[in-house]
């Protein structure tokens, strides 16, 4: 069973958690339902690395705002880890266990309903920010850009509606691939996740790549355990396209070019 993980202090998560847990059953500080329980924080999810001392689930899905200096109106959903140093919650050079499965399954089902959210870019980001060492899979379902839109409950209803919808189906399951290159909004990755076969792990973006060297490639790789396939952003790999391709041939995966 999953935890979906919301922090009370983060308007969009909180309205998100607020609409799911209205059906729920209240047990202290869970809130239980059928297929996946659900918890409000009172610390911010991107530093929630205490979960596991606490609560023991499958999987946690944090409910949260997404921010982003162009102000461009955005639905996301993404990995967590850190390349070099933890700015943002979690440790430094450390990826959390993606949750890709899931991720498609969200990112399928929002783009199928996308003509709900018409003024909103459907786009995954880059594995970024914390927490970064729970042991189970972690994924972010977020909601952007501005304070309008956190506190839009109308708009955050509509997308929790189909957060439930997902943890109530059967969750299909596809190949993963980890993929390399791109921006933090990687459009070949988000067209590959939504209309492709592949479910995705780690996203390392052509910002991050600076900072790969052996000892973080093994890291990812062992954090990727169920990954067949590398996806590379061919030409958005930057002056690092030979160190990838060198470390992923000491490897099994099947590299492929988009």
Request: contains cysteine; negative net charge; charged residues 20%.
């Amino acid at each position: 069973m999953e935890l979906l993980v919301a922090y009370e202090q983060d308007p969009a998560g909180h309205n998100m958690a607020k609409f799911l847990s209205s059906k729920m059953t209240k047990d202290e500080d869970i809130f239980r339902g059928k297929n996946y329980d659900l918890t409000i924080i009172s610390s911010p999810a991107i530093s929630a690395d205490w979960l596991e001392q606490k609560y023991h689930y499958d999987g946690f899905v944090f409910l949260s705002k997404h921010a982003a200096q162009s102000g461009e109106l955005a639905l996301t959903c993404h990995s967590t880890g850190n390349f070099s140093t933890a700015q943002f919650g979690g440790n430094e050079k450390q990826v959390a266990i993606p949750h890709p499965h899931l991720q498609k399954s969200y990112m399928q089902k929002l783009y199928q309903n996308k003509d709900l959210f018409s003024d909103f870019q459907v786009i995954i980001e880059a594995t970024h920010h914390g927490p970064t060492a729970l042991s189970k899979p972690t994924m972010f379902i977020e909601i952007g850009t501005t304070e309008k839109q956190w506190n839009d409950e109308s708009l955050c209803n509509s997308v929790a509606k189909l957060v439930d919808q997902i943890m109530l189906e059967p969750i299909k399951k596809s190949p993963v691939a980890i993929c390399f290159g791109s921006t933090h909004y990687p459009e070949k990755f988000t067209e590959e996740l939504i209309h492709g076969k592949h479910a995705l792990g780690t996203v390392m973006p052509k910002h991050a790549l600076e900072f790969l060297d052996k000892k973080l490639f093994s890291h990812i790789m062992s954090q990727n355990k169920d990954a067949e396939s590398a996806l590379l952003d061919w030409g958005g790999l930057g002056p690092h396209k030979q160190k990838v391709l060198d470390l992923l041939n000491t490897t099994s995966l099947e590299v492929i070019r988009l």
